[in-house]
T-cell receptor
Framework: DTEVTQTPKHLVMGMTNKKSLKCEQH?????MYWYKQKAKKPPELMFV???????INESVPSRFSPECPNSSLLNLHLHALQPEDSALYLC??????????????FGPGTRLTVT | AQSVTQLGSHVSVSEGALVLLRCNYS??????LFWYVQYPNQGLQLLLK??????LVKGINGFEAEFKKSETSFHLTKPSAHMSDAAEYFC?????????????FGQGTELSVKP
């Protein structure tokens, strides 16, 4: 099974709402990633978790809060977002061993619209 | 710092024609290189990867890429385009000394296939 699942598929939220995005993988991968992708642009890395610990935060605003409850799950908590945060949010996972960059497997994404 | 340049933001070919998508990289260490494809409203799917083994890499859907160190290139080719190949293609680089396997993406090339 090489599948990364993401829920919900679509999300519309107001600027005062709190919502969460969920990502799940059952490939035994110990690295998980959140990306943000605007239309016609490459994905931009937001966060990396390695063995359930946050290892990279690409200076993301605090209105985005990641959480890795266990090795299979990754959440992204959203609060007080701005309209410019509207984008496709992609989750990915990979094996994680030092000095070996394994390929990342991506989920289908959550299309987020902030009104 | 590593970087990836994809020449041509848009490439159009006729069905049955050769597909050539160009990717040049910059890296001070031996790179690990990837090609991903993204269909509309979907996540990224790995097409193929170069990890310092064979310089000619075969991937899924009939695609292949050749690593040329002297030219710092990793161009993607397919002998005969199919309508279903229409999508966005991203080249990415990751160095093996980079914890977490952070991917550096090119700007992407949109492939159109004319009947």
């Amino acid at each position: 099974d090489t599948e990364v699942t993401q829920t919900p598929k679509h999300l519309v939220m107001g600027m005062t709402n709190k919502k969460s995005l969920k990502c799940e993988q059952h490939m035994g991968h110990r690295a998980m990633y959140w990306y943000k992708q605007k239309a016609k642009k490459p994905p931009e890395l937001m966060f990396v978790y390695s063995y359930e610990k946050l290892s990279i935060n690409e200076s993301v605003p605090s209105r985005f809060s990641p959480e890795c409850p266990n090795s299979s799950l990754l959440n992204l908590h959203l609060h007080a977002l701005q309209p410019e945060d509207s984008a496709l949010y992609l989750c990915a996972s990979s094996q994680d061993r030092q000095q070996i960059p394994y390929e990342q497997y991506f989920g289908p994404g959550t299309r987020l619209t902030v009104t | 710092a590593q970087s990836v340049t994809q020449l041509g933001s848009h490439v159009s070919v006729s069905e049955g024609a050769l597909v050539l998508l160009r990717c040049n990289y910059s890296s001070s260490v031996p790179p690990y290189l990837f090609w991903y494809v993204q269909y509309p409203n979907q996540g990224l799917q790995l097409l193929l990867k170069y990890t310092s083994a064979a310089t000619l890499v075969k991937g899924i859907n009939g695609f292949e890429a050749e690593f040329k160190k002297s030219e710092t290139s990793f161009h993607l080719t397919k002998p005969s385009a199919h309508m279903s190949d229409a999508a966005e293609y991203f080249c990415a680089v990751s160095d093996k000394y980079n914890q977490g396997g952070k991917l550096i993406f090119g700007q992407g090339t949109e492939l159109s296939v004319k009947p």
